[in-house]
């Protein structure tokens, strides 16, 4: 009977040591449902234990019900036939389960049929649900669509949509993606022109469309005629007629139970959500950073699901008379692994409490204005930190996951390579993770604003003012250490202020953020528990390392790359 | 319109997780050892109740007999969708066998009123007996089909369900009242609701002797009705230690262990042998 929460000592400690009070406050609108409906918490303990029960529910699923069907989901793949899908026989039922628990309205208001959870947990329950199966995931996790339906859509529409969402009568998918609109969806080309009566109709073609086949679809579309780049989209709810033929569904690598569907529109109704031209700019942009966040729990949960693959091969195989583990070579990789884990944990729950807040504070001025002024500069201050950690955690955790995965394989030595065991599945699911809603490459670029202009220096000044390190002096000046050199090369990037460098040494500086900020936080956690003291510093140590060696490439000033690449990749000898 | 369906259900020792410690030096059982958990078939009775009132509609009722702490398994089934639950709870009550126990379950059902389809778990993991549900049947002299693996039609006026038997399957079909005792071959129980959880993980008992439903005006169930002897008028004699014919004699704590291997040959006269040395042994004829 294994539980994927209650048998993960590191989601108790973090769950039992968070302070979720400002979130829960701000998500329950000061526990204004408390009276209204039944399952409403009145105060923070009691939403805490809410929270806690939902935990244990979903990790029961996963670990009863959900896991066990992976390898066969995994086998038999979604299917296309008749130009319909058919889920996995394992897919479709978990997708009844999860609908029976009432979990599929998770972060929609009560009054909506939803259980009204802060994405902190969302982010969690997706992990747990990711390390049974990555590709349920893909279903699981897609209720950002609803998510954006209730923050940017007119009340008749969320009336219309969202308690269908949350019975499980619907699900969504976001279409967004074209054959050459990727990185770029700037790009998009799929018209949707408004007739006499004021109805939309789309034309054109998505594609890489993940759960394309489901009932709802939000569709990015150019509204404005003649309307170049970004500014041109908008974005639609469109319920699936006849007039969206599936084309065909993508044979991947991984993540085989989720279906991902070519779409054609010919001429289909569709609802404007929120207003033309915002399409991109804001919503798409809203909801891809939710999904950001949910690829990155899945990209940790898969990392998990390897990890104790390979710790408990370790365990088990024995060669030279003794268990492989107590070879240093394995037990070096495992301790990382592990702490690699723990590290892309503490940063996701850093970075959904900061989305917590951001997006219940904007809701909360939209639905009172007057409260314009109050949560003004921390609107302001915690989208910065959002801008800034989204992408930083997206690409941590899923380059992460990638080296997690393929060490737990490297563990098993042959075995690994044979389907005979779980982690060539896992070691595949992966791998999408840092490709899809934003390649690792993206990730850079949208984090390195905030490591360029001070954002994350501002963060880090919030942990040393608001925390008493003392305790663990000595680490935190190893950490501090950590922040100099992220500090020099952030200074010695704006000082030559040539884009050109600032590009080519983007990723450098974005690790060297990612390994200060993960070591505040381990130290965070450290004055919580003496197993995070050790944890942070053997996470530091290498840390050091790795920065030293960036921080003298950045120094550097050399340029021969960036002259010589082409006689290189162009040319042979 | 939609059916009246009660399902009886009970809390048990985890007997699947059996320790070192389980039994005592004098041979009862150390329930201090083991979890206390909702009986796995009666789990299956739940959901197969379940299933129906979402085909037909109607209303799902639960039933216990046991300690206060047993509350934990009506609970467990309101937050799978069951509509109430009954604690039958009296010191009166202990010791009881499967004659007392069927005797105080068939007076609260009464008492709770009429019901077109009872079910319960083919047997509970602690006594493994198999009879307290159709004992019920008899005593409240209604048709029972017994070791129910599936259900294959319900209407509002019949069900047909399989039967598993010795050798094989039967299809059996019945009119209403009737009384089912279901395996787990009949379905995977559904997991609870985190939004009943929610709602009703603070709910208690409360001494309510009347027979309707213990809800508000919303329909939010307001608290888990607690029986004891006197309100469902039960004969205390019949009941518990006093009502029970049956007498333990002696418990024994059996370990099996393997002992030796034994190869035999792929011939006919080997086998021969070994059917004749494990008749001689009574294992097996």
């Known amino acids: 009977m294994p539980n994927f929460y209650s048998d993960n000592s590191d989601i108790l400690f973090h769950i039992n040591n968070m302070d979720l009070s400002a979130v829960l406050d701000l998500k329950e609108r000061h526990y204004s449902d408390k009276g209204q409906y039944p399952e409403a918490p009145q105060d923070y303990e009691d939403a805490m234990d809410n929270c806690k029960r939902l935990l244990d529910i979903i990790g029961d699923i996963s670990g009863n019900f959900v896991a066990p069907r992976a390898p066969a989901v995994d086998a038999e793949g979604a299917r296309f036939k008749d130009g319909e899908v058919i889920y996995a026989k394992g897919t479709a039922e978990a997708i009844d389960i999860l609908n029976k628990a009432e979990l599929m309205g998770f972060t929609i208001p009560r009054r909506y049929g939803g259980i009204n959870m802060p994405k902190t947990l969302y982010a969690m329950a997706i992990e747990i649900v990711s390390r049974a199966d990555a590709s349920l995931m893909n279903i699981f996790g897609l209720q950002d669509i609803s998510d954006t339906i209730s923050k940017f859509s007119d009340e008749d529409q969320k009336q219309r949509y969202l308690p269908r969402f949350c019975s499980g009568e619907v699900m969504g998918s976001m279409a967004l993606t074209e054959p050459d609109a990727g990185s770029d969806l700037q790009a998009v080309m799929l018209k949707a022109t408004e007739d006499k009566d004021g109805v939309w109709h789309l034309n054109g073609v998505k594609r890489f469309i993940t759960n394309g086949c489901a009932k709802i679809s939000l569709v990015m579309a150019r509204s404005e005629n003649g309307m170049a780049g970004g500014r041109g989209i908008s974005l639609f709810i469109y319920e699936r007629d006849s007039d969206m033929k599936i084309r065909r569904i993508e044979h991947k690598l991984g993540i085989k139970g989720s279906p991902t569907c070519e779409l054609q529109f010919k001429n289909a109704k569709a609802e404007l959500l929120g207003k033309r031209k915002m399409g991109l700019v804001r919503y798409t942009m809203s909801l891809m950073n939710g999904a950001r966040l949910a690829i990155a729990a899945q990209a940790v949960g898969i990392a998990e699901a390897a990890y104790r693959e390979a710790y408990s091969y370790a365990n088990d195989r024995i060669q030279f008379k003794k268990e492989i583990r107590e070879f240093s070579a394995v037990y070096e990789m495992l301790t990382n692994m592990k702490i690699a884990i723990e590290g892309g944990r503490t940063l996701m729950y850093e970075t959904s409490r900061i989305v917590d807040i951001k997006e219940n504070m904007e809701e909360m001025v939209d639905e009172d204005p007057s409260l314009k002024d109050k949560y003004k500069e921390d609107i302001q201050k915690y989208s910065r930190y959002a801008g800034l950690f989204t992408p930083l955690l997206k690409y941590f955790t899923t380059e992460m996951g990638n080296k997690v995965c393929y060490d737990a394989l490297q563990i098993h030595g042959g075995v690994g390579f044979t389907t005979e065991f779980n982690v060539e599945r896992h070691y595949r699911d992966i791998r999408i993770t840092n490709i899809y809603e934003g390649t690792s490459q993206l990730q850079v670029v949208g984090a390195l604003g905030g490591v360029i202009t001070g954002t994350v220096s501002e963060r880090l000044d919030e942990y040393e003012a608001n925390n008493n390190f003392a305790p663990i002096a000595d680490i935190f000046d190893k950490a501090k250490g950590l922040r100099a050199s992220l500090e020099k090369g952030i200074a010695h990037i704006k000082e030559k202020g040539d884009s050109t460098y600032q590009e080519y040494h983007a990723e450098r500086l974005v690790k060297i953020a990612a390994d200060t900020v993960i070591s505040y936080l381990f130290c965070l956690d450290a004055l919580k528990s003496d197993r995070k003291k050790k944890v942070a510093a053997i996470f530091i140590a290498p840390a050091q390392r790795r920065v030293q060696e960036s921080l003298e490439a950045i120094l550097s000033d050399n340029m021969d790359l960036i002259r010589l690449h082409k006689d290189i990749i162009d040319q042979g000898e | ?285």
């Open chain 2, 1 to 285: 319109m939609g059916l009246n369906i009660l399902v009886t259900v009970k809390q048990v020792p985890d007997t699947h997780n059996i320790k070192g410690d389980t039994m005592k030096e004098d041979g009862t059982v150390n329930r201090a050892a083991l979890n206390a958990i909702f009986n796995p078939e009666d789990m299956n009775a739940l959901e197969e109740g379940l299933k129906i009132k979402e085909t037909l509609g109607g209303r799902l009722s639960v039933l216990t007999m046991g300690p206060p702490r047993a509350v934990e398994v009506l609970k467990d089934s309101i937050f799978r969708g069951a509509d109430e639950g009954v604690l039958l709870s009296d010191k009166r009550f202990a010791g009881a066998d499967t004659l007392a126990t069927s005797y105080a379950l068939q007076a609260a059902i009464r008492k709770m009123g009429q019901f077109d389809i009872i079910l319960s778990g083919r047997q509970a993991i602690d006594g493994d007996t198999a009879q307290v549900g159709p004992q019920i049947a008899e005593k409240l002299g209604l048709n029972q089909l017994t070791f129910v693996s599936e259900v294959v039609e319900v209407t509002n006026s019949f069900i047909t369900v399989k039967r598993s038997i010795e050798n094989g399957i039967e299809i059996v079909k019945a009119g209403y009242p009737v009384l089912l005792t279901v395996t787990d071959e009949a379905n995977e129980p559904r997991p609870a609701s985190v939004k009943k959880v929610m709602a009703y993980k603070n709910l208690t008992t409360k001494k309510d002797p009347s027979p309707a439903p213990a809800v508000n005006d919303k329909g939010v169930i307001t608290h888990i009705k607690e029986w004891d002897a006197d309100t469902i008028g039960a004969d205390v004699s019949l009941c518990g230690l006093s009502g029970s014919p049956t007498k333990v004699k002696e418990i024994e704590s059996v370990v099996l262990t393997a002992g030796d291997t034994k190869m035999v040959g792929a011939d006919k006269e080997a086998i021969d042998a070994l059917i004749h040395e494990l008749t001689e042994e009574y294992i097996i004829g």
